[in-house]
């Protein structure tokens, strides 16, 4: 059981916008900045998102975070059969002292 | 370009020790912390520890009886050890460049299984 509550799965069109909710507590995205991964099979996690909405170098725009309250969420812009992955949001809880993280989300592109 | 090269045994007997080795190429150890997280399909993804270059250390509270992270600035290296190796610490390991931006770049993975 994660700490963070992530829907296990999301799908979309090409072209959709879609939504991937990340929810908490205020032990953790109330009070701390949310990260954001995308993971392809076989490979480490990639950073997509940090500091609630902020891009790394090289990241594509599609890709947006935002955070209100205790919940976080990440939208996909402009959705392509490439984006289909599992993404993960992440976030510092000062109760546990640790990084925590969602279970995850796998986002099919029909 | 910086990377990170990880390496290590990947096969364990329970109550043996893990030990894990990243490497960190074209680029200083210096300015940041450095990370181990794992990820298996029972547990997801979860924070082991960090460390930066002068040897600032933070644990997962969950693992730190059982945990020590190391670095080696002469080598640009940093590296995990993990006491009593059971079945349930058996994972995919990962190194990763931690804070100021949370885990920026990332080893390879190492899979590392804990069976008898």
Same mark, same amino acid.
């Given at each position: 059981?994660? &700490?963070l509550t ?11 916008? &879609? ?14 900045f ?5 993971? $392809? ?6 950073l +997509? ?9 090289? &990241?594509?725009?599609? $890709? ?9 969420? +990440?939208?996909?812009?402009? +959705? ?19 990084? &925590? $993280?969602?279970?995850?989300?796998? +986002?099919?592109?029909? | !370009?910086?990377?990170l090269? !990880? /390496? ?29 997280? *794992?990820?298996?399909?029972? *547990? %997801?993804?979860? /924070? ?37 190796? =059971? ?9 990763? *460049? ?7 770049? /990332?080893? !390879? %993975?190492? =899979? ?5």
């Open positions: 059981q994660s &700490v992530q829907p296990p799965s999301a799908s979309g069109t090409p072209g959709q916008r &879609v939504t991937i909710s990340c929810s908490g507590s205020s032990s953790n995205i109330g009070s701390n949310v990260y954001w991964y995308q993971q $392809f099979p076989g490979t480490a996690p990639k +997509l998102i940090y500091r609630d909405d902020e891009w790394p170098s090289g &990241v594509s725009d599609r $890709f947006s975070g935002s955070r209100s309250g205790t919940s976080a969420s +990440l939208a996909i812009s402009g +959705l392509r059969s490439e984006d289909e992955a599992d993404y993960y949001c992440a976030a510092w809880d000062d109760s546990l002292r640790s990084w &925590v $993280f969602g279970g995850g989300t796998k +986002l099919t592109v029909l | !370009q910086v990377q090269q !990880q /390496w290590g045994a990947g096969l364990l007997k329970p109550s043996e020790t893990l030990s894990l080795t990243c490497a960190v190429h074209g680029g200083s150890i210096s300015g940041y912390f450095w990370s181990w997280i *794992r990820q298996s399909p029972g *547990r %997801g993804l979860e /924070w082991i520890a960090d460390i930066n270059h002068d040897g600032s250390t933070d644990y997962n509270p969950s693992l730190k009886s059982r945990v020590d992270i190391l670095v080696d600035t002469s080598n640009n290296q940093f590296s995990l050890k993990m006491r009593s190796v =059971t079945a349930a610490d058996t994972a995919v390991y990962y190194c990763a *460049r931690g804070k100021p931006i949370l885990w920026s770049l /990332w080893g !390879q %993975g190492t =899979t590392v299984t804990v069976s008898s």
